[in-house]
DNA sequence: CTGAAAGCGCTTACAG
DNA sequence: CTGAAAGCGCTTACAG
């Protein structure tokens, strides 16, 4: 197959080590002959067998850190797997991938697990972050002092050192979702947006990627709300009857985030279904049943995998091969989906 | 990290060809001492080293050959990306990809080329088929008599024994299209269908899914066509302004196949930009930028890449680890972009 | 600055 | 049926 060292070595008249101080620029070596041998490889079209190098390297193996936050929700699950695909990668190339899971969000919690992670002497950290001074100031510290390279996931924040941030850009997320509105309600009438929480940075970027596109694209339409439902199904219920006895003649709904089916069984009770459009998020819970059933007109996702794919994927790549990611924000595909492109197998 | 077969060696008091032995199943051993071994194996928690074993083994490596047909199209030059990924991978795993590309479509020259990836001595072969009568009993005969396996790609043709099909679902693709066509117009109306050749296994079947979906779902849509525009522009373009003369008050246009520009023209021309609603396939030539000129409404597309990568990586999968495929058929995602949808820095 | 050697974890002829 | 040894392509102490 390829050309190897052992080939470069003995056209070059010298030793395999030299051939590698040469090609891997580790010093100790005559610029001349470097520069001899780089030319040899080149002209030889050399090609560095991954497999060698890795089986070389598991000696002193490569440890990664991961932090991840509100790991009982449903997505971070779906996240969790992607995580795991990419540790069964790492471990064959000889690293090796610490996962600490923190339930729900906190700042303290991500702080200590970052603390334990340089304890474990992780020579990178991918993390969901929290949007928060110490945080972000920690952050900072791990990336400067301890020279440990940070890969944010899910949510960023921006005004750090991390390397990159691979997640959605939740703001054209929106912006999908109204162009599905605009023409499931053919550019006119009224539609109601119920959020989950005002608080939460990446469900105001949809609210706020579809209410200007809205008025941009489809001025005809007006918007009701926003309305926030704490992702609780029963309150999610509660506000759409609210808005059913305010605004009888709703032509649409865009919900941001969970209480679907609290608004499903609002819409059924109101004997609406199908008539009142919506278009809702994520793959997740019930999503794709109440799409099959004709509740949800369109279902806008993520791929929640390569969130946590990713992350790790591009730490080792960066400390395995030098390689730097290609972009400093990585957004995933923005998936839209009706009801005949479930994926097989789902629920 | 992990336990190697040197620990379980040790441990076993055997040396580590006797490990391999037993672990491997390759016989030539004491059946109670295999048993033994497993068992000590188990208990350790044995994971093989995935590297370890693909270096060593790269001393015989896995030749794969893969045939292209239609190779001068751009649906199949993104494919072509998916099998040099493949390539890459593999060559770094010790394998070498043998790529075969014919323009157009022949079954001589696919036979030919499979005969010649026979002398060649791969040890598995990725295709496009052709529904062809000696091109499904060559099928056969590489997969009975020489003991090929075979995976076919892009097309099918399911009475072969070809070992899994990587591809898209046709039907399902029609029926996700009618979905949007159907929301896109309220569900009534007149829809034209233009597709590219009656011939072509792969589009009548978006045809069928289509008619079929709005004839289910709904009825109040009247559908004109299908017609055959040949994948040309020009002809496109007549079969548009002829449908608009006989049909003023179309509603929308499904677009099996190439031809979009053709189509847009006949729309531009009559001045119904935007009005009469348009889901195509593919991300392909100018499809983006006639979305995001309000022309086309709804894009359908699969993943070229993948439809190139798998196959090649199912084969390896086969002949490096013994993993047979899940499925026969292993259908890709059925993507539906909207504007907003459109992924970066693409054309 | 350079080379010889050992080692990463596995497989595979070769002896016996 | 079993073991000792060589080898896959690379990296890395260790000498010099």
């Known amino acids: 197959m390829g050309v190897t060292i052992r080939q470069i070595a003995e056209a070059a008249g010298v030793s395999r080590g030299t051939v590698d101080r040469a090609l891997n620029n580790r010093g100790r070596i005559r610029p001349e002959v470097a520069e001899r041998i780089r030319a040899i490889a080149d002209e030889m079209g050399y090609k560095p067998n991954q497999l060698g190098r890795a089986l070389s390297m598991s000696r002193n193996n490569i440890k990664i850190g991961v932090i991840l936050q509100g790991a009982e929700t449903p997505f971070m699950k779906e996240v969790l797997k ?9 471990d064959n190339l000889g690293g ?5 899971k923190i339930e729900h969000q906190n700042a303290e919690d991500v702080i200590l697990a970052m603390e334990k992670m340089r304890m474990e002497e992780v020579r990178g950290i991918a993390m969901v972050p929290l949007d928060e001074e110490r945080v972000k100031r920690e952050i900072d510290r791990f990336v400067e002092e301890f020279r440990i390279p940070v890969v944010t996931f899910t949510s960023d924040v921006e ?12 703001v054209q997320c929106g912006r999908a979702a109204a162009g599905l509105m605009g023409e499931l309600t053919g550019g006119k009438g009224k539609v109601a947006v119920i959020s989950g929480y005002s608080t939460n940075t990446s469900l105001s970027s949809r609210v706020v990627g579809f209410c200007e596109e809205i008025a941009r694209k489809y001025p005809g339409i007006e918007i009701i709300g926003p309305e926030y439902c704490f992702e609780e199904n029963g309150r999610a219920r509660e506000i759409t009857e609210g808005i059913f006895k305010e605004v009888p003649d709703l032509d649409g709904i865009y919900l941001t985030s969970h209480g679907e089916e609290g608004v499903c069984e609002a819409i059924a009770g109101a004997g609406k279904a199908g008539q009142v459009k ?10 794709y049943e109440l799409m099959r059933e004709g509740f949800i007109h369109f279902l806008i996702g993520q791929d929640a995998r390569i969130q946590g794919y990713e992350p790790v994927m591009i730490l080792f790549r960066l400390l395995f091969n030098g390689e730097a990611p290609e972009r400093a924000k990585i957004f995933t595909e923005i998936y839209i989906r009706n009801e005949y ?3 097989e197998g789902r629920h």
Chains 1, 2 share one sequence.
Do not use: S, W, Y
């Open 278 to 287: 919506m278009v809702a998020n994520d793959f997740m819970g019930r999503n």
């Open 82 to 90: 992607g995580i795991q695909e990419a540790c069964a990668e790492v």
């Open 96 to 100: 090796t991938v610490l996962v600490h």
């Open 159 to 170: 005004d750090t050192k991390r390397l990159c941030f691979v997640g959605q850009n939740g």
């Open 341 to 343: 492109t479930i994926p």
